[in-house]
C-alpha cells in the first residue's frame, strides 16, 4: 500500500506516518482515486489508528484525501481547478523571486543550484528516473525562494500544488524532461547574470507553457483519465 522509509532523526510517529502516506500520493503509489483503510494503513505502518487518524484529517485540509460519509476514505482525484489555482500562484510568485534572485543571490545558494541541475542530467535516459527528477526540481525552486530568505512563500506554494505536481509527474512519466532541464540551466544562467528583464519569459515557459501538453492526460483513450474529477467541458489549460 506505502512504500515505508527509515524514520528521520527526531521524526515523531505522526510526522513519520504523515511523510511516507504523503509521499506514496504525490508519487502516485497511492492512485487517484483509490480506496485507502486506516486499519490497513495502521497496520502497514506497525502504529494505531489514532495517528493515522490525524494524518488523514491533515491530508483532507491539503485536497489530498477525501472522507465520505458511510463510504469510505479515498485519494482525491487530480482536479484541474485547483491545478490552474497553483499554476497562476505558482507563475506569479516564481517571476517575482527571479527578479529578487536578479538582485541579489547567495553564492553558495547559486552553487547548489547548479549541483542539483547536474544531478537532473545524470537522470536523462534512465528509464523509471521520473521521480528523482520531480524530487531534484522541486529542491531547485526551493533553494530559489530559500536564497532570497521566502522560505514560508514556498511552503504556501507547496500547499495548493499537491494536485499541479501530481500532474507534473504524470505529464513528465509520459514525456522526456529535457526542456525543464535546460530551463533550469537558463534559470541559473538569469540569476548568475543579473538578466532581471528576462525573469518573466523563463518563468512563463517553465510554468505555463508546458500546460497544453497535459490535455493528453484527460483523451478517452487514455490510461490515465479515471485520476481526473473532470467537470461537464474538459479543461484547457492555455
Given at each position: ?186 534559470i541559473v544562467e538569469i540569476i548568475e547574470n543579473k ?44
Open positions: 500500500m506505502v512504500t515505508l522509509s527509515p524514520r528521520l532523526p527526531g521524526e515523531n510517529i505522526k510526522e513519520y506516518s504523515y511523510r511516507v502516506i504523503k509521499d506514496s500520493i504525490m508519487s502516485l503509489e497511492l492512485e487517484p482515486g483509490k480506496s485507502i483503510s486506516e486499519i490497513e494503513l495502521a497496520e502497514a505502518l506497525q502504529i494505531s489508528r489514532t495517528p493515522i487518524r490525524e494524518v488523514l484529517a491533515k491530508l483532507r485540509e491539503e485536497h489530498l484525501v477525501e472522507v465520505f460519509p458511510q463510504v469510505g476514505t479515498y485519494i482525491s482525484k487530480i482536479k484541474p481547478q485547483l491545478i490552474m489555482e497553483a499554476s497562476f500562484m505558482r507563475f506569479t510568485l516564481e517571476r517575482e523571486i527571479l527578479k529578487l534572485s536578479c538582485e541579489s543571490f547567495p553564492i553558495p545558494n547559486l552553487f547548489d543550484l547548479k549541483k542539483n541541475v547536474a544531478l537532473q542530467k545524470e537522470l536523462v535516459g534512465q528509464k523509471g528516473s521520473e521521480r528523482e527528477f520531480h524530487r531534484l526540481d522541486k529542491e531547485f525552486h526551493r533553494t530559489i525562494f530559500e536564497g532570497n530568505k521566502k522560505e514560508n512563500v514556498w511552503a504556501a506554494i507547496t500547499r495548493i500544488s499537491t494536485h499541479y505536481n501530481r500532474i507534473r509527474l504524470l505529464s513528465e512519466m509520459q514525456h522526456n524532461f529535457d526542456d525543464a532541464i535546460a530551463q533550469h540551466e537558463r538578466e532581471c528583464e528576462s525573469a518573466e519569459e523563463i518563468a512563463r515557459r517553465h510554468i505555463l507553457e508546458p500546460m497544453p501538453l497535459w490535455e493528453d492526460l484527460f483523451r478517452d483513450d487514455s490510461p490515465y483519465l479515471n485520476y481526473f474529477e473532470l467537470p461537464t467541458s474538459r479543461p484547457v489549460f492555455l
